[in-house]
Structure formats: C-alpha cells, structure tokens
C-alpha cells in the first residue's frame, strides 16, 4: 500500500535552534513530494515541493527541505527555530492522480 | 487569506441526515480538492475536480459525492451520515491541473455528527 509516515508525532525544540521534522514515503514511481503546515483553527499552507532537480529545496518562512531517493525520505528542516514555528506538519506525496499524507507532526519550539 | 472560501463553518447534524458543504476556489483557479482530517484517520484526500470535470479520485465513500459548476465553485454532498463522519472538511484550489500546482487551502469545514 502506498504511504507516507512522519514517524515522530511531537517534535521539541529550542528557539534559535536547528530543527528537523522527517518524512519518508512509500509510493510507487517518482512522486512529488509536500509539506504543509497547520496553524490551530485554520487550513494547511504550502511551504515547499519537491518536483525534480537539485535535493535541497527551500520554501517558506525560512524551511527547507533535503530529498534522498535511495532512504525514500523528504526531512523539513530550519536552520534556526522560531516560536512562531509552533504548528502541525504534514508531508504528502502526489503520484498517480493521488495524493498522500502523513500523519502530522506537531512541532513545540521553545523560548 | 488563501482566497479559498468554505461555508459552513460549523455543522452539526444527525446520523443519517445529509448535508452539502460548499467551496469557492480563489479568483482564476479551475482545480478544486476536498480532504477529510480527522482524529483517527488523519489528512486523506477524497476528490479533485478540474473545470467541472472529476480528474481524481482519493479515499471517497460512496456515500459521498461532489461535483462543481460552471462558476466553479464545488459541493461535497454527504449523506447517510454517520459519527465517524465528523472531521474537518478541507478544500483547496490551484490554477491548473498539473500536479506540479501549490494548492490553496480554505479554512475547512467542522462537521460533527450526534
């Protein structure tokens, strides 16, 4: 079956520090691969994408993203963490007119 | 402000009742996307329709359906309504069809079933 897994469901981490919040997939040929963030009460917002090309994509707010075909894995990560980080993620993968979610992880950046 | 606009933004009804859920796209978008998040199931996609037309089909119950219009907007009809049905009802639009496309997401729709 195919899937995406975001194996941690909490995630902490200091401000001003590194974070990574990882993903990895389980979905047949090349699929393009997501992350979305969710604030409390409100939808899911676009961060960055994965289509093709060069393995780190940046996106938004500062994320960016390192894909790895051969761990079939899609890690966000930042270089310095914000309070106002403080979400739920979700990695999906797109492939055969499907889309596919993780689970979601929910990030606490700390003061 | 994704542009996307869902009414209503609470429900609740009862089992077996029916309701619609509606979805206006952002300005110039032709794709519209539905997805259920709910506790134990978590984010799934459920239907896509492009210019009126279904292009894509995700984890949908039968006893669901949706459609969209001319103007574009879409309705996520369900019926036969049961509490496992309550969630949070997503819909998102992009320009196009392609997967490539970032998709838009409203604000959702809380439906909770007694």
């Known amino acids: 079956a195919q899937s995406v897994a975001q194996p941690e469901d909490q995630v902490n981490v200091a401000e001003g520090n590194p974070l990574t919040v990882k993903c990895t997939y389980s979905?047949?040929?090349?699929?393009?691969l997501f992350w979305y963030v969710q604030y409390p009460n409100r939808g899911l917002q676009f961060l960055l994408k994965?289509?093709?090309?060069?393995?780190l994509v940046k996106g938004s707010y500062g994320f960016e993203a390192e894909f790895n075909k051969s761990q079939t894995s899609f890690h966000l990560k930042k270089p310095s963490a914000l309070v106002s980080d403080s979400a739920l993620y979700f990695c999906?993968?797109?492939?055969?007119?499907?889309?596919?979610f993780g689970s979601g992880t929910k990030l606490n950046v700390k003061p | 402000d994704s542009g996307v606009t869902q009414t209503p933004k609470h429900l609740i009804t009862a089992t077996g009742q029916r309701v619609t859920l509606r979805c206006s796209p952002r300005s110039g978008d032709l794709s519209v996307y539905w997805y259920q998040q709910s506790l134990d199931q978590g984010l799934q996609f459920l239907i896509q329709?492009?210019?009126?037309?279904?292009?894509a089909k995700g984890n949908i119950l039968e006893r669901f359906s949706a459609q969209q219009f001319p103007d574009l907007h879409s309705e996520l009809n369900l019926s036969s309504l049961e509490l496992g049905d309550s969630a949070l009802y997503f819909c998102?639009?992009?320009?196009?069809?392609?997967?490539?496309?970032?998709?838009?997401f409203g604000p959702g729709t809380r439906l909770l079933v007694l």
């Open positions: 329709y492009y210019n009126g037309e279904e292009r």
């Open positions: 999906a993968a797109y492939n055969f007119n499907k889309f596919y």
């Open positions: 979905v047949s040929g090349n699929p393009y």
């Open positions: 998102a639009s992009s320009g196009g069809d392609s997967r490539q496309e970032t998709q838009y």
């Open positions: 994965y289509i093709t090309g060069d393995n």
